[in-house]
């Protein structure tokens, strides 16, 4: 009896903390969003080339898109929603301010690259969990990571 208790316990805790984590993974991937946004809006303003500012719109579309997607969930497993960025993104948006033409495309492409490497690892982590709806947002939403990265390679030259 003492046992069966403990496991119902042990069980209804490791349920709460897989939510906690998809909760958080939530709430991150929407910083995320905000991020990729005000970037991309930072790049349509001040890119130097047609192909940065493309760029930049593309992710500005793909990732208002992916933050709906994402805020439809948040709202059913009531995770905040907030336009808040990532630290990262915010110490970048303030470097990029300072730059222009090229050393702001360098700049700007290099900072996606690696972006979207950690981002591209941190979905594919979460939807290797299957089965659930966080992991599977993170699935649907992993093919548009892996373009944006092989557009932004293509325009640092990788």
């Known amino acids: 009896m003492f046992a069966g208790l403990i496991l119902a316990i042990g ?16 709430s991150d991937a929407i910083k995320t969003d905000n ?9 349509t303003k001040k890119g130097g080339s047609d192909g940065v500012r ?9 990732h208002r898109r992916a933050k709906d997607d994402a805020t439809a969930l948040a ?3 009531d995770v905040k929603i ?5 630290t990262e ?3 970048e948006i303030e470097k990029l301010q300072s730059l222009s ?8 492409v290099n900072y996606m690259v690696s972006a ?19 992991p599977e947002l993170a699935k649907k939403t992993l093919p548009t990571l892996q373009r944006h990265l092989q557009l932004a390679q293509s325009l640092s030259g990788h």
């Open 11 to 26: 069980c209804t805790t490791a349920a709460a903390a897989v939510a906690k984590s998809d909760k958080e993974f939530l």
């Open 35 to 43: 991020s990729e946004i005000r970037l991309g809006d930072l790049a």
């Open 54 to 62: 493309s760029f930049a719109q593309t992710l500005i579309d793909d």
């Open 75 to 77: 709202t059913d497993l």
């Open 82 to 86: 907030t336009g808040i960025v990532t």
């Open 89 to 91: 993104a915010q110490n």
């Open 101 to 108: 033409g090229p050393e702001f495309d360098k700049e700007f």
């Open 116 to 134: 979207h490497e950690k981002n591209i690892s941190e979905f594919g982590e979460k939807a290797a969990e299957g089965g659930r709806p966080v």
